[in-house]
């Protein structure tokens, strides 16, 4: 029996440095290497930020909301979906496309609750017993190391994860490696039926710590044909 074909996200997040046409590129490149989904974050500085010292330098990132909306149509043109993890509430609206994001970082049970729908790809915490209080009974559960590089000794052992959530729960893998060698073996060990791994023109394009972790064009089309094969 052939095995079912994990899809593919590419996380552009915010490596697009501000630049809108280079957001436009890095969707044309990601359905040119084969990617299934293209993700971006949606919001203001206020809700990127970790600190509030930290808001000065996320404005750089911020697109408004006609942006956004062109992203979606340029996706749709070029014919690979754009969606979007929800980081402010102007564009809670993102929420209702048929793909949506929940990140690590947003992982709680209310979120999970009002948000959730099968399409929705959820970040987990890192540890179980962080996982068992999310009340997860729909979407996709993404194993989630949120170390940015992550380092080895942080990637679960994807059984114990399908032990808590039960069979019913699809298992994905959202990669934060340098390389693209966890994302294979997610798929190829451990059945893993969605990877979403950030992408980048090129991984000093800019100073965003993300571009190190991310594919290039060139892994990324290398990754969809290990995990597609």
Request: hydrophobic share 35%; charged share 25%.
């Amino acid at each position: 029996m052939n095995r079912p074909q994990p899809t593919v996200i590419v996380d552009i997040g915010n490596n697009h440095e501000g630049n809108f046409q280079v957001a436009l590129e890095l969707i044309e490149r990601a359905k040119e290497c084969g990617a299934d989904l293209a993700k971006f974050q949606a919001g203001r500085a206020e809700g990127f930020a970790r600190t509030p010292q930290d808001i000065p330098r996320y404005r750089k990132y911020e697109f408004t909301k006609e942006e956004y909306e062109r992203l979606i149509k340029h996706g749709e043109k070029v014919g690979i979906p754009v969606f979007f993890s929800v980081w402010s509430e102007e564009f809670a609206d993102f929420r209702k496309l048929p793909y949506f994001k929940i990140p690590a970082r947003q992982c709680n049970r209310d979120y999970i609750q009002r948000y959730s729908t099968e399409t929705t790809f959820i970040s987990v915490p890192h540890t179980l017993d962080d996982v068992r209080g999310l009340g997860i009974r729909k979407g996709v559960v993404l194993h989630c190391v949120s170390h940015y590089p992550a380092q080895a000794g942080f990637f679960w052992r994807f059984h114990e994860l399908r032990r808590e959530l039960g069979v019913s729960i699809p298992l994905g893998f959202s990669d934060h490696f340098i390389g693209i060698e966890y994302a294979v073996t997610a798929v190829h060990s451990y059945q893993a039926v969605a990877i979403e791994k950030h992408f980048t023109l090129r991984h000093d394009f800019g100073p965003l710590r993300d571009h190190q972790l991310s594919a290039t064009p060139e892994e990324l089309r290398e990754l969809v044909e290990r995990v597609k094969s």
